[in-house]
């Protein structure tokens, strides 16, 4: 029984240590924050673009993958 009440206290102690860790490296500075990102739009695309500059990888010259000969 004297078990169960020492596990109690570690448990409790882990917890404890656990929520002062966290306020200290700052996971509850900016609780808003990214659940607003999520929202905002952003007006430049996420994918590459290709730039007309850009020398053509492939042997034969054509400019899509999918061009024929």
């Given at each position: 029984m004297g078990?169960?009440?020492?596990?109690?206290?570690?448990?409790?102690?882990?917890?404890?240590?656990?929520?002062?860790?966290?306020?200290?490296?700052?996971?509850?500075?900016?609780?808003?924050g990214p659940a607003e990102r999520i929202l905002m739009d952003d007006d430049d695309p996420l994918l590459p673009t290709r730039h007309s500059g850009r020398k053509d990888p492939s042997p034969n010259g054509n400019t899509s993958p999918n061009a024929h000969k």
């Open positions: 078990f169960l009440f020492l596990l109690s206290g570690v448990f409790v102690l882990l917890i404890v240590m656990g929520v002062l860790w966290s306020i200290r490296s700052g996971q509850f500075d900016d609780l808003e």
